[in-house]
């Protein structure tokens, strides 16, 4: 079935009906870059209920820009095509005010790639661009309570930019995925130690989503043969935690480019479903994880109003930040550096802002 949505082009839409009995009322949840590569390994796995539940029907909004809408209208057949389930509808549009309308969720993964010969510079304003008339849209359409996520590139200072352009929608209902950091630091203290991901907890990433991020894993937790101990006792190999382990963290996203010249998808998807869920759901008693959020001022030296990535406990729908970890001299140091970048970043963007 395809729905004409006013005039200019044509939005496809598909309505399903289930022959299950799932009474839930469906929430509307848009993913943006929608015909990317991320969004591809996303869709299937938030439409068969991984992220909001197997009970929880949904609309599926999938936004990209014009040129894609062809590659769109294939994503949205192959959703289809799919039978599942909990999806009751899905929208494929290239129009803000389609796509925005009354969103409980949004996760914003489409943005400006960096292209050969880019400065830093012209990729965070062609991104201002896009996050500002993103986030003026959430403000006008979506509803207030709606849970915003950024993943597109530059993530934190796009959060900021999206936030800062819906002055309606309370800020801490903005974050963006540190989380494929955080998965790739318990990922390699678990091969280290030869237990899998799940014994290795409270991993940390502080500051920004690049190679400036600090992944700390000073106040986390691995299961060894059925008892929880601190990482440095477990890995029992101090160098190779301050050095090898941090660098290998920050710069996997480039390894990961380098060997399959396309940038990680499969992980960051699976990192979005795991940020998305907890948001929803919470998190487990005594585990807290990694996501950019707005920072207070009060919290562990940052400063005010960056989106920067801390450790948080979510319950109800909120998240907490965790309090009163004891940072060292080599953490502090580390943690003050990408709170510098990101502080760059955000006095561009905020310049930007004001001229865009
Ligand atoms: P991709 O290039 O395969 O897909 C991006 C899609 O976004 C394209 O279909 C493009 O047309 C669309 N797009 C561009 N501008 C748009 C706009 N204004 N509105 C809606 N859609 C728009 O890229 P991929 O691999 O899916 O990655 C997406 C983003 O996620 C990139 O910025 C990438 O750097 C970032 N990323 C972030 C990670 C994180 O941990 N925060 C991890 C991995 C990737």
Known sequence: METIYGTGRREASGTMSSSNLIMSEPIRVLVTGAAGQIAYSLLYS?????????????????????????????????????????????????????????????????????KE???????????????????????????????????????????????????????????????????????????????????????????????????????????????????????KNDNWLKGDFISTVQQRGAAVIKARKLSSAMSAAKAICDHVRDLWFGTPEGEFVSMGVISDGNSYGVPEDLIYSFPVVIKNKTWKFVEGLPINDFSREKMDLTAKELSEEKEMAVEFLSSA
């Open 46 to 114: 938030i439409a068969k209920g991984d992220v909001f539940g197997k009970d929880q029907t949904l609309i599926l909004v999938l936004l990209d820009i014009t040129p894609m809408m062809t590659v769109l209208d294939g994503v949205l057949m192959e959703l289809q095509d799919c039978a599942l389930p909990l999806l009751r509808e899905v929208i494929a549009t290239d129009k803000e005010e389609v796509a925005f309308k009354n969103l409980d969720v949004a996760v914003l993964v489409g943005s400006m790639p960096r």
């Open 117 to 235: 010969g880019m400065e830093r510079k012209d990729l965070l304003k062609a991104n201002v661009k896009i996050f500002k008339s993103q986030g003026a849209a959430l403000d006008k359409y979506a509803k207030k309570s709606v849970k915003v996520i950024v993943v597109g590139n530059p993530a934190n200072t796009n959060c900021l930019t999206a936030s800062k352009s819906a002055p309606s929608i309370p800020k801490e209902n903005f974050s963006c995925l540190t989380r494929l950091d955080h998965n790739r630091a318990k990922s390699q203290i678990a091969l280290k130690v030869g237990v899998t991901a799940n014994d290795v907890k409270n991993c940390i990433i502080w500051g920004n989503h690049s190679s400036t991020q600090y992944p700390d894993v000073n106040h986390a937790k691995v299961k060894v043969q059925g008892k929880e101990v601190g990482v440095y006792e477990a890995v």
